[in-house]
Antibody, heavy 124, light 112 residues
Framework: QLQLQESGSRLLRPSDTLSLTCTVS??????????WSWIRQPPGKGLEWIGY?????????NPSLQTRVTMSVDRSGSKNRFFLEMTSVTAADTAMYYC??????????????WGQGILVTVSS | QPALTQPASVSGSPGQSITISCNGS?????????VSWYQQHPGKVPKLIIY???QRPSGISSRLSGSKSGNSASLTISRLQADDEADYFC????????????FGGGTKLTVL
């Protein structure tokens, strides 16, 4: 059964760079059938799609975030990880960040399963 | 302001049916059959319950159904149960890869 687990920096200062890792177990990220996504949820608010990336490296980002966001995939052996970097964070970036598998070889709204999430707080 | 509009809350009694709407535009919901619904219990991870407008993932109850008409999608839950009480979010493809994906603001379902 595929499982995802987020890790990374949980407390940031304004203007810092957010760096998160999603480690996938129970399956390989090296597949054309799925892409790999990041989604966030500010406390008490709704969900926001950040972006997704295919193992090939093709990536798609939320237009409102794309100038600050980069996703990448670890192709070094069997690490089975993908990453999120977000620059110049502000308090508005405080949220639970989830990684998820996106099902389908192209654009999809089908995210399953999700990681447990990691709460990232931006505060001075 | 989310581009997909959902009612902030809906409620129903056990055994009844409810419908949650997700209003988009001709550029997203109206143009593509790429609409999903997610259920999120308090403090829990969102769970996929409907994809591609009306498809149910394995293990999801047939009491849950999805549909679409024009620029609006809907989630219907029949024979309400206490465990259905949760937040529900719709998600739709926004017309091109450069526009990405949109989520609705979420609907809180209360089982009375």
């Amino acid at each position: 059964q595929l499982q995802l687990q987020e890790s990374g920096s949980r407390l940031l200062r304004p203007s810092d760079t957010l760096s998160l890792t999603c480690t996938v177990s129970g399956g390989s990220i090296n597949t054309v059938d799925f892409s790999w996504s990041w989604i966030r949820q500010p406390p008490g608010k709704g969900l926001e799609w950040i972006g997704y990336i295919f193992y090939s490296g093709a990536d798609y980002y939320n237009p409102s975030l794309q100038t600050r966001v980069t996703m990448s995939v670890d192709r070094s052996g069997s690490k089975n990880r993908f990453f999120l970097e977000m620059t110049s964070v502000t308090a508005a970036d405080t949220a639970m960040y989830y990684c998820a598998r996106s099902i389908g070889p192209t654009v999809t709204t089908r995210f399953d399963p999700w990681g447990q999430g990691i709460l990232v707080t931006v505060s001075s | 302001q989310p581009a997909l509009t959902q009612p902030a809350s809906v409620s129903g009694s056990p055994g009844q049916s409810i419908t949650i709407s997700c209003n988009g535009s001709s550029s997203d919901v109206g143009s593509f059959n790429l609409v999903s619904w997610y259920q999120q219990h308090p403090g829990k991870v969102p769970k996929l319950i409907i994809y591609d407008v009306y498809q149910r993932p394995s293990g999801i109850s047939s009491r849950l159904s999805g549909s679409k008409s024009g620029n609006s999608a809907s989630l219907t839950i029949s024979r309400l149960q206490a465990d259905d009480e949760a937040d529900y979010f719709c998600c739709a493809y926004a017309g091109s890869a450069t526009l990405g994906l949109l989520f609705g603001g979420g609907t809180k379902l209360t089982v009375l």
